[in-house]
């Protein structure tokens, strides 16, 4: 499969390649096999990146450092999702919205360096799920290789772990406005605040691989998968002092355990 996706991708070389990279599993992957044929034969080539309130501040650090060891050329587009409308009041489509305007810059970038192809990471386990953005990308014309060659998550990690690429175990990195309720207005702040709540409970246990702190008002309520429960209860005086210290006034574990996109079930019931 490797091969297929190499393959895939020196096709579009000709006519220039730039690559819209998060940092994640998905992206990174892609990543390497450009950089492994770049440095085989030179062709058009940008790294896209985005920088915004929406992510962990050490995400895109990594993602900066990831950049600056490559060696190639890249671009960081800094700006504020939440002066979106949509994106700042957390509508249901707000992913549209949000790609939308990130793509598009993305797409002025690569037209002005005569670059043809605009790629993204989305694998073939993200056509299944509710992705709103996926519709901006079709929008621009922005081209999927792992999904449009069948490759899902599994296969991602295992061709990552193929070229020993150390995200290859990585978990996913959703934006932080997957923290909060639908149709809640997100600010600087609220974000903020998850974030570090997040991080106080990977401090308090580090060895835990799933987590998403979602948060309702000065409630939060942590989801981590069920095997690490006893991890997550062995450290709780630890981590709901941490967490009363950044604001949040009632802790709660969820007793359905992780679950990726479960904010999204929200739609259904409404």
Sequence with gaps: MLQKLETYLQNMAPAGIALAFSGGVDSSLLLSVLEKMYRQTPFKLKILTAATVLQNPAESRAAEKRLKQSGLSYEILRFDPLQIRQVCNNHPDRCYWCKQNIFSRFRQSATAAGIKYLLDGTNADDLKTYRPGLKALRELGVQSPLA?????????????????????????????????????????????????????????????????????????????????????????????????????????LDLEGFRSGSRDKELKKG
């Design 148 to 252: 449009e060659l069948g490759i899902n998550k599994a296969g991602v990690r295992t061709m990552s772990k193929e070229m020993g690429l150390n995200t290859a175990d990585m978990p996913s990195i959703p934006c932080m406005a997957t923290r909060f309720a639908y149709n809640e207005t997100l600010t600087a702040e609220k974000i903020s605040q998850a974030v570090k709540g997040e991080e106080a409970v990977k401090k308090a246990c580090p060895q835990i691989r799933n987590l998403r702190l979602r948060i309702d008002d000065t409630l939060a309520r942590i989801e981590v998968d069920v095997a690490d429960f006893s991890v997550l209860l062995q450290a709780r005086e630890e981590i709901v002092e941490k967490l009363k210290k950044i604001g949040f006034e009632h802790i709660v």
